[in-house]
Each structure stands twice: as C-alpha cells, then as structure tokens.
C-alpha cells in the first residue's frame, strides 16, 4: 500500500471509529434528546441503545488488529445502518439539513472499506 493510501485510509478510519463511537454512547447513554429523536423518525425506545452497542463493538473490530472478516461485517454494518439512517430522516420528510451528518458517516465508511490495505481484508481463493 502506497503512502497516499495510508493515509487516506487511517484519517478516514479515524474519523469514522470517532463518528461512530461518539453517536454509539450517545444512543446507548439513552439520552431524552436523542430518544425523542429517534422518535421522531419513527423508532421504538428500545432501538438507540441497541443500534449504540453495534456501533461500539463495529469501532472495536474496526480498529483491532487482524479479525478480516468481523472487520467486514462491522464495515457492513455501518452502511446499513447509515443508509438507513439517510433513508430514515427522508421517509419522516426532516429537512434535508439533517442528512449531511449520515452522509459523512456513509461516505467514510466506503472511503475507509475501499482504502483498507491487504492486511485488513478477507483473503479469498480463486
């Protein structure tokens, strides 16, 4: 892996562990703002705080050496769940000024998935 690509992988990875984490303790905090948020878009109390663990245990995988193939899941996992967040803030008609953090966090995600070096991906058999 070049140097570029380094470091286009570790900023992006960096500020996505940091997105996700940040936002998981948040929903797994279970604050009254970010319950009634999630409210808002139609999702049960319960939903926060388990989407919160998942992004805690993704930022772990993430980051931790080795462990190719959970780091894949936990890459998947952070597209489903910040695409459906997109989805989710356009199907409860919020204002389009509450996508861009969704989409930052989505676009890290396939940023840092697709800059990943060798070490960090699933090796395959042809």
């Given amino acids: 892996m070049n140097r570029r690509n380094n470091i286009i992988y570790w900023t992006s990875t960096l500020w996505l562990a940091l997105g996700m984490l ?45 462990l190719a193939l959970l780091k894949e899941w936990a890459y998947a996992g952070f597209f489903f769940a910040m695409s459906g967040a997109v989805v989710s803030h356009l199907a409860a008609r919020e204002p389009i000024s509450a996508l861009p953090p969704s989409l930052l966090l989505l676009a890290l995600t396939v940023v840092s998935w697709y800059f990943r070096p060798a070490s960090r991906r699933v090796l395959t058999a042809n």
């Fill in 22 to 66: 940040s936002t998981g303790v948040v929903q797994v905090m279970n604050n009254k703002a970010e319950a009634d948020f999630m409210a808002n878009l139609g999702y049960p109390p319960y939903f926060p705080v388990i989407l919160g663990v998942w992004k805690i245990l993704g930022v772990v995988a993430l980051l931790v050496p080795r």
